[in-house]
């Protein structure tokens, strides 16, 4: 298991963002992503469908790679299916908002702490719960700032226009006075730019895809797992349930290190994953 991959998912391309943290920690294990673009957007879904969709993925990658570690690198994912997936699987799963949380609660001065995520990030509320939980007496207000997961799946990163959606996106903010923000969907990091201009420079930017690379790297070495062959920023490699074309353009301007072009992956497939672990559970 030792050399085996890593594994990552997201709705879309924004966990590119967790990957390029772990490409930069890891250089030398191997990783494997799953962008489930097809049904994207999650955020408007039910719990239970992303948590489906979650299981779906995750049995996909353990059984095509023999995957020894999983990482929902999707806010909203983490939120519907990481309690249920690490009593599912034998092998250790992260997700993003533990390690988000823990980062805000350290970078806050004030202690008034913005999230911004999708509908079902914010609904879950398990930001508020995470950062309270560590910290009771900071103050979390949250929003859903859907809009901003179009741009970023549309590589509209720096234009006027993107820096004009972001501002009024984040314009509830205004009288908020809060001194942290967390970016709670992975997508977002991507538009730091925008964000940082909107809220100003006295607002500190909260990545959780950095923690949640820390936290990786951490749980590797406790488990004495680390990739061992000593070879540097293996290929990643990558799957699409949408356009591989259009994932590869996004993938090969925010990734550094070298990336495989994407395979398309049928949601049949994928459905057929989560059919033939359920059978293999059975049996055993």
Known sequence: MQNHPIGLMDSGVGGLTVLREIQRLLPT???????DQGRLPYGPRSPQEVAQFTQQIEAFLERRHQIKL????????TAAALPALRQRVKIPVVGVIVPGARSAVQATRRHRIGVIATQG???SDQYRHQIQALAPGDTVVSLATPDFVKLVE???LTSPQAFAAVARGLAPFKHQDIDTLVMGCTHFPLLRAAIQAALGPDVTLVDPGTATAEMVTALLDYAGQANDTGVLHPATVTYTTGDPAQFDTLAQAWLTAPVLPAQPVSLATLEQAT??????????
Do not use: M, P
């Open 275 to 284: 059919l033939e672990e359920s059978s293999s559970w059975k049996k055993s």
């Open 29 to 35: 294990e191997e990783t494997v992503y799953l962008g």
């Open 121 to 123: 990030t914010v609904k």
């Open 70 to 77: 999983f990482v929902i690198a999707c806010n909203t994912a």
């Open 154 to 156: 549309h590589n509209d």
